[in-house]
């Protein structure tokens, strides 16, 4: 079965396969759902190719990749970073970071904005929530996420916009789990919105799917999905 599937994506990924992938998960999605195009452990003329398709939007989980990559490709590339950020790199990609998905802690947002300020730059973020019920991801809890947002500290954050929420769903065959959790992410953007950001238009982004599991995330109202190997066909590390 593996060694099938592997074969498959190594001919999906030939040629022009990387631009018909993009036409078809766009047809598939509905037009409010924007499209990451994950490009981790990915070439830049892999990446070229999406954006010759018109890909604009690119997400990568690794500070120095995205470090390394950012220069040597086109300007107006929108890098979303998507993985667990640690604080000493926050000053690297804040310059150029589009959007940053995987806030996760008090700590690294005062970071981002101590490094935002000294450019004079708003960077936008996303908080990081874990819905999986895997002991393995990162994200706060809501009562974590509560506390970051009432703190005075967050309230002199002027360089941080925060715009939506983003989560990870188990690895998993069992669907029905699956929708759960994206339910509840769903839920907590609800939750989020009314309680914290009544009066703000921006916060807007519910950051949820991947390959294996974005029709359930749309399904359950996520406007953000991350897909990586259903584009670039399958990751070697
Ligand atoms: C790698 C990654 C993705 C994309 O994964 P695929 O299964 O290749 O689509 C999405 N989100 C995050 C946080 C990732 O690290």
């Not at 990609?93 to 959007?99: E, N, Q, Y």
């Not at 806030?103 to 999986?132: G, M, P, W, Y």
Request: hydrophobic content about 40%; aromatic content about 8%; charged content about 25%.
């Amino acid at each position: 079965m593996l060694k099938l599937s592997k074969i498959y994506n190594f001919a999906k990924n030939s040629g022009m396969q990387i631009q018909e992938n993009l036409v078809r998960i766009k047809q598939q999605i509905p037009e409010n759902v924007n499209l990451v195009a994950v490009s981790k452990t990915k070439p830049n003329e892999d990446i070229l190719e999406a954006y010759a398709g018109g890909q604009r939007a690119f997400g990568e989980n690794k500070a120095q990749e995205i470090i390394s990559k950012q220069p040597e490709l086109p300007a107006d590339i929108q890098w979303h970073f998507i993985g667990h950020l640690q604080r000493n790199k926050v000053k690297y990609i804040v310059p150029f970071v589009h959007l940053i998905h995987s806030v996760d802690s008090a700590r690294l947002l005062r970071e981002i904005n101590k490094e935002a300020a000294k450019i004079n730059r708003i960077t936008d973020c996303l908080l990081q929530f874990h819905i999986a019920t895997e002991e393995t991801k990162f994200g706060l809890d809501m009562q974590e996420a509560a506390e970051i947002l009432t703190s005075d500290d967050f309230v002199r954050m002027n360089h941080i916009n925060i715009r939506g929420v983003m989560g990870m769903a188990t690895f998993t065959e069992d669907q029905e789990r699956v929708k759960n959790e994206f339910n509840k992410l769903v839920s907590i953007f609800k939750y989020m919105k009314t309680s914290f950001f009544k009066e703000a238009d921006s916060f807007s982004i519910i950051s949820g799917g991947m390959s294996g599991d974005y029709p359930l995330a749309i399904e359950a109202g996520c406007n953000m999905i991350r897909v990586g190997s259903d584009i670039f066909g399958e990751r070697v590390y």
